[in-house]
């Protein structure tokens, strides 16, 4: 069919440079690697939203709406939160349109089957680019002790590790299979940490 002179008169779509692609960022480490003052400082700097999901639940149990109460139990124990529930929160908070130019994942997936919901979510949105910080357990423990957070008791600490080898590790080789991870030193300070994620994110775009 021919167009219209009304349709040839629209303007332009704007076709953005490859350069301005979104940044679909999922960052993983275990509790205690650093992981949410990277993701608070990367998302500042570029200009995405952080989408964190142990912030969501927190806030969700501090403010005791139905969705805190359903898993503040959970929380306290340091166990995890069900997948199905957790695909239905990123999947709304995903469809927000201040995602549009990217987001950066922090804490989610943490599961094969929410890595997997995950790629069903970003299908027509571009590529994800995920880095994993690696810290040796030993200094885990001792920056988890120091921090203080409710669910940073001793004996939590030591479930949330185990569930992050048991049920997160397996989603970093869900990924490097794919050939779509890096896997970054993270005991070095947070300074050099973040420059070496922001040369692996310059890397993988
Ligand atoms: P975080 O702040 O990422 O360490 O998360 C704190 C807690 O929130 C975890 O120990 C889990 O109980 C819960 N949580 C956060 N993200 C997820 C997720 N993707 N799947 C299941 N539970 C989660």
């Known amino acids: 069919m021919f167009q219209s002179s009304a349709s040839l008169s629209r303007p332009l779509p704007i076709v953005p440079a490859a350069d301005d692609a979104p940044l679909n960022i999922v960052l993983f480490g275990p509790p205690g690697a650093g992981k949410g003052t990277q993701a608070d400082r990367f998302s500042a700097r570029h200009g995405i939203p952080k989408i964190s999901t142990g912030e969501i639940l927190r806030k969700a149990v501090d403010e005791g709406t139905g969705l805190g109460a359903a898993v503040a139990d959970t929380l306290r124990r340091g166990a995890l939160v069900d997948d199905g529930l957790m695909n239905r929160i990123v999947?709304?908070?995903?469809?927000?349109?201040?995602?549009?130019?990217?987001?950066?994942?922090?804490?989610?997936?943490?599961?094969?089957?929410?890595?997997?919901?995950?790629?069903?979510?970003?299908?027509?949105?571009?590529?994800l680019i995920v880095i994993a910080l690696h810290v040796m357990a030993d200094v885990l423990v001792d920056r988890l002790a120091a921090r203080g957070r409710s669910d940073d008791k001793q004996s939590v600490i030591r479930e949330r590790l185990r569930i992050y080898a048991r049920e997160t590790e397996p989603v970093i080789d869900y990924y490097t299979k794919r050939g779509l991870i890096t896997v970054l030193d993270g005991h070095y300070s947070p300074d050099v940490v973040f420059q070496s994620i922001e040369a692996a994110v310059a890397r993988a775009k």
């Not at 130019?101 to 571009?126: H, I, K, N, S, Y």
Request: aromatic fraction near 6%.
């Open 91 to 127: 999947r709304a908070r995903l469809e927000r349109p201040d995602t549009a130019g990217g987001f950066l994942l922090d804490g989610f997936p943490r599961t094969v089957p929410q890595a997997r919901a995950l790629d069903a979510m970003m299908e027509e949105r571009g590529g």
